[in-house]
């Protein structure tokens, strides 16, 4: 008897002993796999397009890009985002183009210079201005002593807006200014708080979208000296038509101006963790369409022609990999 306990004692000992050491083994094997570095991407509001585009993206680079963990973070949209980058709190932004052009510049909302680069050339935005369809308001001449919404403090969308409307004779005190976000515009539409919302968005948006299965919209028209007019002044803004039934009730061309998009990081942005990312979103860009079917427009082409900051030397990588010229002007001052 004293035998057979002793050596079950034994095998016990032995088996709790194998059993510390695989325990240790899976410790050490943990402790010594290399950690993925977490980074943001700063988006926008739940109501427009940037945060369903930054979240496809950062699926993209946790799924592809082995050792990143990224997350889409809702902001208040482009110049919040371009102060974001420049803070190193995100690293990752989607900023509308004429904020970038403002940014390099130090003008518009930025007292001084911000260096951003490029990674991706998103989509254009439409500058939609909607109102109800019985709405008195039927051309840009009408807004005049209206209330309207430029979009949320910060973000592109107001930068736009008050461009576009300014370039047009309509400054800031020729109507009630309201600053609300894609959501709040719909919301104050539906309550009649407001006359008029301005959305910059890829379209189709799902906010608008939203708003015309409730309520008869309209989406005011530019004229053709009107948009000559925005880009005399703008040089960046685009013209851009948006084709009949692109939302319900809306069963016109229009035409309007319109802003292409970015995804920009800071200049000191690995060229390695650029390259890895810049070739995950157009390897897997079919991804990023089941989101948003904007995305068809993500294309290096895109990319190289539409570029205002200069491009990250990671981007420009891939770029040549795959056969394209870049222009001097989109080669960063760290590659000279």
Known sequence: MYKRISGYRSLSKKILTVVAIFALLCLLITSCAPSKQRISIATGGTGGTYYPYGGAMASIINKYVSNLDASAEVTGASVENSRLIESNESHLALVMDDVVYHALH?????????????????YPHFFHIVVHEGSAIQSIEDLEGTKISVGAPGSGTETMSQQVLEALGLTYDKFDVFRLSFTENTEGLRDRVIDAGIWSVGPPTASIMDLATTHDIRIINFTDEQLAAVQEKYPYY??????????????????????????VVGKDMPEEQAYEIVKALFDHKDELEQVYVGASWTTPENTIDYA?????????????????????????????
């Open 106 to 122: 130090g003008e518009g909302a930025f007292d001084h210079e911000i260096e951003l680069r490029t990674l991706v050339e998103m």
């Open 238 to 263: 685009l013209t851009m038509k948006l084709d009949a039934g692109t939302y319900q009730g809306v069963e016109e061309e229009l035409i309007a101006p319109s802003v292409w998009n970015s995804v």
């Open 308 to 336: 205002i900051a200069p491009l990250h030397p990671g981007a420009i990588r891939y770029f040549k990999e795959i056969g394209l010229e870049i222009p001097d002007k989109l080669i960063p001052p760290e590659m000279e």
